[in-house]
C-alpha cells in the first residue's frame, strides 16, 4: 500500500533478501552476501545495546505472518559490525 505501482514479488523470486529481526519482529531488510554473512544499515543494530543473541535472520519468503511456508528458514545472528564511522 505504500509503494504506488508496485506489485508483489513471486515467491522465492529474491532469494537474497531477507528479514533482519530482534525478538521476532521484523526490524529492517537485510541482503545476504554469502551463507555467513548480511549487510543491512546500521540504524537497524540500534537495539544491539540489548544483546546480538535477540537478533536472527528470516529467509525463504516473501510472506512475514505465514509460518506454514516451507521454505522459512531462521538463523541466529552471533556477531554485528558496524562501520566505526557511523553515529
Given amino acids: ?3 504506488m505501482g508496485g506489485e508483489d514479488a513471486p515467491d522465492r523470486a529474491w532469494g537474497w533478501m531477507v528479514s533482519l ?4 519482529r ?3 531488510g ?3 552476501l554469502s551463507a555467513e554473512y548480511a549487510v543491512t544499515a546500521a ?3 540500534r ?3 540489548a544483546g546480538v543473541l535477540r537478533f536472527s535472520i528470516l529467509a525463504g519468503t516473501n510472506d512475514l505472518n505465514d509460518n506454514s511456508i516451507s521454505t522459512i ?4 545472528i552471533t556477531a554485528t559490525y558496524v562501520h ?3 553515529n
Fill in 26 to 28: 521484523h526490524v529492517c
Fill in 73 to 76: 528458514q531462521r538463523r541466529e
Fill in 47 to 49: 537495539s544491539d545495546l
Fill in 84 to 86: 566505526p564511522d557511523y
Fill in 30 to 32: 537485510a541482503s545476504l
Fill in 43 to 45: 540504524h537497524c543494530l
Fill in 21 to 24: 529481526q530482534f525478538d521476532g
Fill in 1 to 3: 500500500a505504500r509503494i
